[in-house]
């Protein structure tokens, strides 16, 4: 049984799937966010369990772990992207992650896997990214920072517990159950697949630059790797980057979108690349593909197209 701290959100719904596919049993835990979705739910009560559980709350993190007699442990568990506020981020990135390494150090869980970011290469001038690169210290949002924080505290402390702690560095994601329409591509196939213009009006001006670059990950690709990270029998590593290992452009990703959505528009889409864009920021899946195997399934292209008939199946 592997229990999915913050398995509500659009990543950890789609690694419970992955993980159902390869024939594990999974409890997902809520905090405020319930959505199941239909394609979980003739699942639920056998081979998928919810439960409610304040990650801040040690009592209800070791109360949930020992009933449910979980194995081991993928934490998904964080504030949102634009913050309640520093106290709130502090106590779900510290206290949150203290509470479920104790759990899994109390019960002697197999394996806890942590989602860790991209952004903790964000400062760094050019990819591909690599694990054993240095990091800044210097660090502009709350994700850059406590993602940081939290793998130096995990695996030291899963160093001193004797616990196996695995961080894995999560590329750009895009894909089926996605919600708040934060990325470009989804924005993108929403409003094709509506014949309107994306809606771009929170960026400066208005606009996005064509040649800016993100390591775009299909979500399916990305469950596969974090479900072949956690079930490997042993690791070589404690760090691992699931992701497309290719960065993909604005315009990439537009034009797989047109060819998907023909008559698509995006007349936000500009010339020309934000000054403080890394160049290159992709991130290298060497490691995994040479530990368990990992290839991408997906491309921008094929991504998109799959995305997009998921859009179409919703209506």
């Given at each position: ?6 398995g ?6 789609n ?10 049993s ?8 319930h ?9 639920l009560?056998?081979?998928v ?28 568990a964080?504030?949102?992207?634009r ?9 779900i990135y ?7 390494l104790?759990a ?10 942590l989602?860790?970011?991209?952004s903790?290469?964000?400062g ?41 702690v ?7 994601i ?32 208005g606009?996005i630059?064509e040649?800016d670059?993100?390591d ?38 537009f ?6 959505i ?5 007349s ?10 890394p ?14 195997g ?7 292209e ?9 859009l179409?199946?919703?209506?």
């Amino acid at each position: 049984m592997i229990l999915i701290v913050g398995g509500m959100g659009f990543i950890g719904l789609n690694t419970a799937l992955r993980l159902l596919e390869v024939g594990e049993s999974v409890v997902i835990t809520q905090h405020s966010a319930h959505r199941l979705p239909p394609v979980l739910a003739d699942e639920l009560g056998k081979r998928v369990f919810t439960e409610r559980m304040d990650v801040r709350n040690a009592f209800e993190v070791l109360d949930v772990v020992k009933r449910t007699k979980a194995d081991s442990i993928i934490t998904f568990a964080a504030p949102p992207a634009r913050g309640i506020s520093p106290q709130v981020d502090y106590d779900i990135y510290t206290r949150g992650l203290q509470n479920v390494l104790e759990a899994a150090r109390a019960f002697g869980l197999r394996r806890v896997s942590l989602a860790s970011s991209a952004s903790v290469y964000a400062g760094l001038p050019e990819g591909p990214y690599d694990e054993d690169m240095p990091l800044p210290i210097e660090s502009r949002t709350q994700i850059e920072a406590f993602k940081k924080a939290m793998e130096i505290h995990a695996l030291n402390y899963a160093d001193r517990a004797g616990l196996d702690v695995v961080a894995l560095r999560i590329g750009s994601i895009y894909g089926p159950l996605y919600y708040s329409m934060f990325n470009p591509a989804s924005r993108m196939c929403t409003s094709g697949l509506r014949g309107e213009e994306p809606d771009f009006s929170d960026r400066p001006n208005g606009t996005i630059f064509e040649d800016d670059q993100q390591d775009w990950t299909y979500v399916k690709d990305l469950a596969r790797g974090i479900a072949m990270v956690h079930t490997a029998e042993k690791l070589p590593h404690a760090i691992y980057n699931v992701a497309a290992g290719r960065a993909t452009s604005v315009k990439e990703t537009f034009e797989a979108v047109r060819k998907a959505i023909p008559g698509a528009a995006c007349s936000a889409m500009k010339p020309g690349r934000t000054p403080s864009m890394p160049v290159n920021p992709a991130l290298s899946i060497s490691r995994i593909t040479a530990d368990l195997g990992y290839e991408p399934a997906f491309d921008i292209e094929r991504g998109i197209a799959d995305y997009v008939g998921w859009l179409r199946d919703q209506d």
